[in-house]
């Protein structure tokens, strides 16, 4: 069983970037596809990102041109660039595969406000 942990949250301004990370225990490159999800308190837990192993990518229509999913298998570790964010964009974000067969981790507060 995979064990996720994710990193790289914080506050920032509107139009600011982070860049967040997810650590995996295990080896994910038998993992087809990896995504990022994101959930607001009292909201479903929704994909934002998704990324094969083959390296092509997907997006929700709301981060499109400004998220970047990427993953190193070598390090066991994924990652998500967030640019230009916007208020909306404040979650809790998750990693997982896709579709999400492994345990939630605690996740990563990212809030953006002024």
């Known amino acids: 069983q995979v064990q996720l942990v994710e990193s790289g949250g914080g506050l920032v301004q509107p139009g600011g970037s982070l860049r967040l990370s997810c650590a995996a225990s295990?080896?994910?490159?038998?993992?087809?596809?990896m995504g990022w999800y994101r959930q607001v308190s009292g909201r479903a837990r929704e994909l934002v990102a998704s990324?094969?192993?083959?390296?092509?990518?997907n997006y929700a229509d709301s981060v499109k041109g400004r998220f970047t999913i990427s993953r190193d298998n070598a390090k066991n570790m994924q990652y998500l660039q967030m640019n230009s964010l916007k208020p909306e964009d404040t979650a809790v974000y998750y990693c997982?595969?896709?579709?999400?067969?492994?345990?939630w981790g605690q996740g990563t507060q990212v809030t953006v406000s002024s």
């Open positions: 295990g080896s994910i490159t038998s993992i087809n596809a």
């Open positions: 997982n595969a896709r579709p999400a067969i492994y345990s």
């Open positions: 990324i094969s192993s083959g390296g092509s990518t």
